[in-house]
């Protein structure tokens, strides 16, 4: 039986998980190894690309740095989320606000010196990654749009350090980020109307809380629509295999999507919507794996000839 010290310390290391939303990271490092080995280098083998060490660096550097902006968001978020999200926000807080940093500053330090390995160029790109996540934690995301943007931004900039890394610039891989930085930016929007409490609260000038809900409504509304475009693109000019199937299902759950929007106008509400889009983008990531097959043994361009 646990004792009355070791659940606390379970607890608190329950506590850092949720800060630093571990669940999330490992999607993420899912969909960059996946992305890797199907879409950013799809003429090697796939055991090449996992055994790559190098790559494996970059991913891990990759989740430290993820892991600390989520604790210094985390840290200039603490009085908002105490009204947005409660429940959460007590177990996060049986983490101190002092060892949070201690945390933050450590896995920033580790992520940096580990880039260095790869190159003084990497080392220069997460540096510059995690000063602008600061920088929007601390500043940015109090602004309407320009926060939403650099949100979306950061969110898709661990895969464009791979892309660097691998320097496979096809079309097919530029299609792919657009349609997953609308999906974010979408998302971004809806957490601003599900928090728009705490948002008010804390002086946080986000788009719903600046213009109205109605006219964030249409901002979401023309993003979704926008949609269409790298979806077509993918699917009419470019080899997604049966990932199509994935674009087609997005689709018609974008539409749904929108009905339920205009008809939404509670956190609960705008809650179900968050996650509907979250169900999308981790639905996503597995659905890589449908674009070849032979991708795994052989390797294979994407680009229809």
């Known amino acids: 039986m646990l004792t009355r010290k070791s659940k606390l310390l379970l607890m608190k290391v329950l506590s850092l998980f949720s800060v630093v939303r571990g669940y999330n990271i490992f999607i993420i490092v899912l969909a960059q190894y996946l992305s890797s080995i199907f879409i950013l280098a799809p003429e090697k083998r796939a055991l090449d690309v996992i055994l790559d060490w190098r790559l494996f660096i970059i991913v891990f550097v990759s989740t430290l740095t993820i892991a600390s902006g989520y604790i ?13 999200r409660p429940n959460k926000s007590m177990l996060d807080r049986l983490v101190s606000q002092k060892t949070k940093l201690k945390v933050y500053f450590g896995l920033n330090f580790l992520a940096t010196a580990l880039a260095y390995i790869i190159s003084w160029r990497a080392a220069l790109f997460f540096a510059a990654y995690i000063f602008m996540i600061w920088f929007y934690s601390h500043k940015l995301k109090k602004y309407p749009i320009v926060g939403n943007l650099t949100a979306s931004l950061l969110a898709v900039l661990p895969f464009f350090g791979i892309l660097l890394y691998f320097k496979n610039f096809y079309h097919v891989i530029f299609a792919h980020a657009s349609f997953l930085l609308l999906l974010i930016l979408i998302r971004e929007m809806i957490k601003d109307l599900q928090n728009i409490k705490g948002d008010i609260a804390n002086d946080y000038q986000t788009i719903p809380v600046r213009f109205g809900e109605k006219t964030s409504k249409r901002i979401i509304t023309l993003l979704t629509i926008s949609t269409i475009i790298p979806v077509y693109i993918l699917i009419e000019k470019y080899d997604v295999g049966y990932m199509d199937i994935y ?13 339920k929007l205009w008809k939404s106008q509670t956190q609960e509400e705008y809650l179900q919507l968050h996650n509907i889009l979250k169900s999308l983008i981790v639905a996503g990531v597995f659905c890589i794996l449908l674009i070849d097959p032979s991708v795994l043994l052989n390797g294979r361009a994407l680009l229809k000839i």
Not at 72 to 84: G, H, V
Not at 247 to 259: C, G, K, R, T
């Open 72 to 84: 210094i968001n985390n840290f200039y978020d603490s009085e908002k989320d105490l009204i947005n």
């Open 247 to 259: 674009f087609y299902i997005s689709l018609i759950v974008l539409v749904l999507f929108l009905l």
